[in-house]
C-alpha cells in the first residue's frame, strides 16, 4: 500500500489528478487515514486507473468514462478501442505523437502486467561517484537539452573512467509544475576535477548512496518507462518492500540522439522491508 506520493510515481500521474478523480468518486483511495486525511492506494488499482486513463487518452469526458466504469468495461473491448484510436492518431501531425505513445503504454500495461512483474529482479548497488549536475525543470520541459549538453560535455562510450549515463529522479511524485533531475555519468575513479558544458553549465561529482534495489530492464520501445515503474510497484507491493529513495535510470546503452528511443535502460528502484504489515482490507 502506497502514499499519494508514491503511487503517483508509480503510476506516472500527478498527485493532483489522483486527488481530483478522488473528490468526483472516479477512482478512489483503498483506504483513508481518518486521523490524518492521508490517501493510500494499492498496486492491485494501477489495471484500474490504466482504463480511466486509456479512456480518457480516447476522448471520453469523465461523465462518459464513469459510466464505462460502473458499467464494467471488459479489458478486450479497451483494447479494440485503443486499437482504433492508435490508428487513427498516427496519421496525425507529429504534435500528436505523445497521446499515441500513451495510449500504447497503458495497453501493454494492461497485457503484459504478469510477465514484466516477474522480470523484477533484486540486486545490491554499491556506493557510487557520479559525474554530472542535478536541476528543476518545469514540467512541460522534456529534459532533452540538458541531457544533449550532459552527453556532449562526457564521452559516448564507457571506458575505464566514466560508467554508465544515469539519471536520478528526485522528488515524491509525478508534480504539476516541475521535475527535480539529477543526471550525469557514474566515475570509476574517487576523484575528477569539475567540467563545464558547452551551455555553461558545470559537472561536479556527488555521492550516490548504497542501495538494495528492485531493478527492471523494460521493452526497448515508447511504453519502456511507464511499464517498468507499474511492473516495480506491483512486485514492491506483492513482496512486503517500501521505496527508500529516489529512481533511478540507468542506460546500459544510450540513445543515438537525446529525443530518440533506441535506448536501455534499467530503472532502479531503492527498497526496504517492510517494518509493519499493511491490512489493505482494514477500514481503520
Known sequence: MYSIGEYARIA???????????????????????????????????????????????????????????????????????????????????????????IESRLKQIQDRDSLVKDVIVKQVPQQRLIGIRKVLPTNNSGENLFRSVMHALPGKNNSIYGAMTVVVHGDGVTSDRTDLELGRLLHKTNYAPLTTYDGLTLDTRSLP????????????????????????????????????????????????????????????PIRKREVELNLLSTN
Open 12 to 102: 506516472q500521474v500527478s498527485k493532483r489528478l489522483l486527488r481530483y478523480y478522488d473528490e468526483i468518486g472516479l477512482f478512489q483511495p483503498i483506504q483513508i487515514d481518518r486521523e490524518s486525511g492521508h490517501r493510500y492506494y494499492s498496486a492491485s488499482q494501477l489495471p484500474e486507473l490504466n482504463r480511466i486513463l486509456a479512456l480518457k487518452d480516447l476522448g471520453l469526458s469523465l461523465n462518459q468514462i464513469q459510466r464505462f466504469v460502473r458499467d464494467n468495461i471488459s479489458p478486450t473491448e479497451i483494447q479494440g478501442m485503443l486499437s482504433l484510436k492508435k490508428a487513427e492518431l498516427e496519421q496525425q501531425v507529429l504534435s500528436e505523437l505523445q497521446r499515441i505513445r500513451t
Open 210 to 269: 548504497e542501495a538494495t534495489m528492485a531493478t527492471l530492464i523494460p521493452p526497448t520501445d515508447c511504453c519502456a518507462r511507464l511499464l517498468g515503474h507499474n511492473a516495480i510497484g506491483e512486485w514492491v507491493e506483492a513482496n512486503h518492500y517500501a521505496f527508500a529513495g529516489p529512481v533511478r535510470l540507468v542506460f546500459l546503452e544510450l540513445p543515438k540522439h537525446p529525443e530518440d528511443s533506441d535506448f536501455v535502460t534499467e530503472i532502479q528502484f
